[in-house]
């Protein structure tokens, strides 16, 4: 079998509604780059306030503020104008602690959570803990050593 001579008027038998001229093709293909161009756009700033929102939300906990002591046995919190000791976590408050430091003081502000009463730490000796989630600010830093 031959192959058939492919000619024009196969193209004559298109309508012209369907026909699209090479301007009009390219046209088309502008609007499509140009709306693909678009959605990535809009991907890219619905994106950014997704991050940025997530930035924004606060952190957990209430803000304290107090004296924190910490030595080579235990780690308290004394909030201000209060004479209750809270327990903490020694690793949460490195910031407030001088380097090489076994024992000391130092003024701070944190974000943190209360616990319920109860009896914690260091052989019951504190009724509450205070988990830290966020040094925010240390003054007068004291070495006791």
Not at 120 to 127: I, M, P, S
Request: with cysteine.
């Amino acid at each position: 079998m031959r192959p058939q001579a492919v000619s024009g008027a196969w193209l004559a038998r298109i309508p012209d509604t369907i026909r699209l001229s090479e301007p009009t093709f390219k046209y088309f293909e502008f609007q499509i780059n140009h709306q693909e161009r678009a959605m990535k756009r809009l991907w890219l700033l619905a994106l950014s306030l997704l991050i940025a929102s997530c930035a924004s939300v606060p952190l957990p906990g209430t803000v304290y503020k107090g004296r924190y002591f910490h030595n080579f046995e235990n780690s308290a919190f004394t909030p201000e104008g209060s004479a209750e000791r809270w327990c903490v976590a020694a690793s949460d408050m490195a910031k407030a602690q001088a380097p090489g430091s076994r024992s000391g003081t130092a003024d701070v502000v944190v974000r943190g959570e209360l616990s319920a009463e109860g009896q914690y730490c260091n052989l019951g000796a504190y009724k509450r803990i205070l988990k830290v989630y966020e040094v925010i600010d240390v003054s007068n830093i004291e070495s006791m050593n």
